[in-house]
């Protein structure tokens, strides 16, 4: 079957980094796909990945390393707005989205 | 452009009612996606189009229905609702299968006792 696991809930320090790790398990790899979800509203795009490596967007970086299924977003200087749910999704061989259940990120002043 | 917006935002449903929630995009996307989102799970997708006329199953279509008579326009048909039908639903749109970015509504929390 196919799986996406990632942490249930994150806490950290306003000004910190902090990073959250995802795995999977998929049928085929068409990409790597993190979003953000604030509590009660939709999932928006924050980065995607297709080859091995890092991609950098401003305080956020995706890394992915195909070989062993693994993926992290890093945040960087945390501000009290970066709390929310953080959404890993592997689009799969018939390019349809699977997603993870979601990291709970909490931030703490 | 308003992106996807979708009507309504709360609805309390009874077991056996239907319902159609409501789903328009005003980006000229081909596809378009209904995902339904339980707490502690992922995102599951229902129905997606990849345009007008054509629709397909996802992971959990069971009880749901969907048609696509125009590109701005997507609605997902509940018919006798039950209770492991509560969620809140999810509507997204791609310019490309291909595409980076699925744009979401807003949701619509349905409940169903």
């Known amino acids: 079957g196919q799986n996406i696991d990632q942490p249930t809930e994150m806490t950290a320090t306003e000004g910190a980094i902090v990073q959250i790790n995802c795995t999977y398990q998929t049928s085929g790899f068409n990409g790597l796909f993190w979003y953000q979800q604030h509590a009660g509203e939709a999932p928006t795009f924050l980065s995607y990945n297709v080859l091995d490596g890092l991609e950098e967007k401003g305080r956020f970086s995706s890394f992915l390393s195909r070989s062993k299924g693994y993926s992290y977003l890093l945040l960087k200087e945390l501000q009290m707005k970066d709390s929310a749910s953080y959404l890993c999704a592997v689009r799969d061989s018939n390019y349809q989205l699977i997603w993870g259940a979601g990291t709970k990120l909490i931030i703490k002043p | 452009n308003a992106g996807v917006t979708q009507t309504p935002k709360f609805r309390i449903l009874k077991i056996g009612q239907s319902m159609t929630l409501q789903c328009t995009q005003d980006m000229n996307h081909n596809y378009m996606y209904w995902y339904r989102q339980d707490p502690g799970m992922g995102l599951k997708l229902i129905y997606y189009?990849?345009?007008?006329?054509?629709?397909d199953k996802g992971e959990v279509p069971n009880g749901y229905n969907v048609s696509r008579s125009t590109t701005e326009d997507f609605p997902l048909r509940l018919e006798l609702a039950a209770p492991s039908q509560t969620s809140v639903y999810f509507c997204a749109s791609s310019y490309s299968m291909e595409s980076h970015t699925q744009y979401f509504g807003p949701g619509t929390r349905l409940t169903v006792l």
């Open positions: 189009s990849v345009g007008a006329g054509i629709t």
